[in-house]
C-alpha cells in the first residue's frame, strides 16, 4: 500500500449497473431512464453499496416504468395550483392530464436510500410550472409514499 492510497477513490464496478464511486456518503453512478443517463445514488458502507440498494437499483427500469403513472398524477396535482394563479404574462404550460404534466417534467437523479428506517427510492424531477424546486417522487417497495415539494439531490 503506497503512502498516497488513502486519496485514491473507492470504486465499486457492478456488472449490471456499471461503476460507482463512493463521494459524499453514499455510492454515486448513473443509469439510463426516460431516455437520458441520469445520476444514481446509492446507499451503503464505505467498501461497498449495499446489497438491498443494489438489488433495487437492478430492477429500476422495469419498476419504473410500472411506477410512472403514479408520479405522473403527483405531479398533475402538484401542478394545479400553480395553474390556478398562473396569471396572463405566465410560461408555465397549460396541462390537462396526468401525462401531460409527466411530459413536462424532467428527471435529474435517482436515489435509493434509508427514509424513516425503508430504503426508499426518490426520482427527483425538474418541472416546467416550478423552476424554483425539485421535486421528489419517493416509493418504498412499490408504494408511492409522497411528492416532496423541494428536495435537493443527495
Not at 448513473?30 to 451503503?44: F, H, K, N, T, Y
Not at 416504468?65 to 408555465?92: G, N, V, W
Amino acid at each position: 500500500m503506497g503512502l498516497f492510497d488513502f486519496l485514491k477513490p473507492v470504486v465499486h464496478l457492478d456488472p449490471a449497473l456499471g461503476p460507482f464511486q463512493r463521494a459524499r456518503g453514499a455510492w454515486r453512478g448513473s443509469i439510463s431512464l426516460e431516455g437520458a443517463a441520469v445520476p444514481l445514488v446509492l446507499d451503503g458502507s464505505s467498501k461497498a453499496p449495499s446489497e438491498a440498494a443494489l438489488s433495487a437499483a437492478r430492477e429500476l427500469v422495469a419498476r419504473h416504468r410500472a411506477r410512472r403513472p403514479a408520479i405522473e398524477r403527483a405531479l398533475f396535482e402538484h401542478y394545479a395550483p400553480h395553474a390556478e394563479s398562473a396569471d396572463a404574462e405566465s410560461t408555465a404550460p397549460k396541462l390537462a392530464t396526468p401525462a401531460e404534466a409527466g411530459a413536462h417534467a424532467t428527471l435529474v437523479f435517482v436515489a435509493l436510500l434509508p427514509l424513516g428506517g425503508a430504503l426508499t427510492t426518490e426520482y427527483g424531477y425538474t418541472v416546467a410550472w416550478d423552476e424554483e424546486h425539485t421535486l421528489g417522487a419517493r416509493f418504498v417497495g412499490e408504494r408511492f409514499v409522497e411528492l416532496n415539494g423541494s428536495v435537493l439531490a443527495p
